[in-house]
């Protein structure tokens, strides 16, 4: 609209017509400025800004400029700031198998373990003996359970959601859709059972 003047807050019309008011009401219901303030089209006779850039924050935007376009219009460049949401990075953990695990060996050397354990306990405070028995008790279980590294796919798998349940999961959804196509009575009932 080569009839406003955006230098100003406001943007201020030279005429009065219909586009131009209906623009400006919606400009200011919106709460919206405009952030453009060299002319966008140059010619020899005129100069206007007819490409706009609007936004409702203005602490969001920063460096606006006009460069050379490929056309007859110069082509608008902004900086907008906004913040990109922090996606925590899953990294791969520990998943050990006690089941598995050898608890023999492990009260064996804790046994062999104890009298070491038992002689620094003069000479020592109490934070340091517990990051002693902390340490070796760690040491112990690294040695004497299995265990897997579950990489981040697997660790979003719930232990809960098993073979079993997915199955009837997957059941319940063929035996739902069946009723969705075929309209039967029969299979209506045949739902009863797979609903969880």
Same mark, same amino acid.
């Given at each position: 609209? $080569?009839?406003?003047?955006?230098?100003?807050?406001?943007?201020?019309?030279?005429?009065?017509?219909?586009?131009?008011?209906?623009?400006?009401?919606?400009?200011?219901?919106?709460?919206?400025?405009?952030?453009?303030?060299?002319?966008?089209?140059?010619?020899?006779?005129?100069?206007?800004?007819?490409?706009?850039?609007?936004?409702?924050?203005?602490?969001?935007?920063?460096?606006?400029?006009?460069? $050379?376009?490929?056309?007859?219009?110069?082509?608008?460049?902004?900086?907008?700031?906004?913040?990109?949401?922090?996606?925590?990075?899953?990294?791969?953990?520990?998943?050990?198998?006690?089941?598995?695990?050898?608890?023999?060996?492990?009260?064996?050397?804790?046994?062999?373990?104890?009298?070491?354990?038992?002689?620094?306990?003069?000479?020592?405070?109490?934070?340091?003996?517990?990051?002693?028995?902390?340490?070796?008790?760690?040491?112990?279980?690294?040695?004497?359970?299995?265990?897997?590294?579950?990489?981040?796919?697997?660790?979003?798998?719930?232990?809960?959601?098993?073979?079993?349940?997915?199955?009837?999961?997957?059941?319940?959804?063929?035996?739902?859709?069946?009723?969705?196509?075929?309209?039967?009575?029969?299979?209506?009932?045949?739902?009863?059972?797979?609903?969880?």
């Amino acid at each position: 609209m $080569p009839d406003v003047c955006w230098r100003n807050e406001m943007p201020m019309f030279s005429s009065q017509s219909a586009l131009s008011k209906a623009s400006g009401d919606l400009i200011i219901s919106h709460g919206l400025f405009q952030f453009v303030e060299n002319p966008t089209r140059i010619t020899p006779s005129t100069s206007n800004t007819l490409d706009l850039f609007f936004a409702n924050s203005p602490d969001l935007i920063r460096d606006v400029l006009t460069i $050379p376009g490929i056309s007859d219009h110069e082509c608008v460049t902004a900086c907008i700031v906004c913040a990109c949401p922090h996606t925590p990075v899953v990294r791969p953990r520990k998943l050990y198998l006690y089941d598995r695990g050898n608890f023999g060996s492990i009260s064996l050397a804790l046994e062999e373990y104890f009298e070491t354990f038992e002689s620094l306990t003069a000479s020592s405070n109490i934070d340091d003996l517990w990051s002693l028995l902390k340490h070796k008790l760690l040491t112990l279980i690294d040695l004497h359970i299995p265990f897997k590294i579950l990489s981040a796919k697997q660790s979003k798998n719930k232990p809960w959601f098993t073979k079993k349940v997915k199955t009837l999961i997957n059941k319940r959804k063929r035996i739902f859709k069946k009723y969705h196509t075929q309209k039967e009575v029969g299979i209506h009932a045949a739902l009863d059972p797979v609903n969880i």
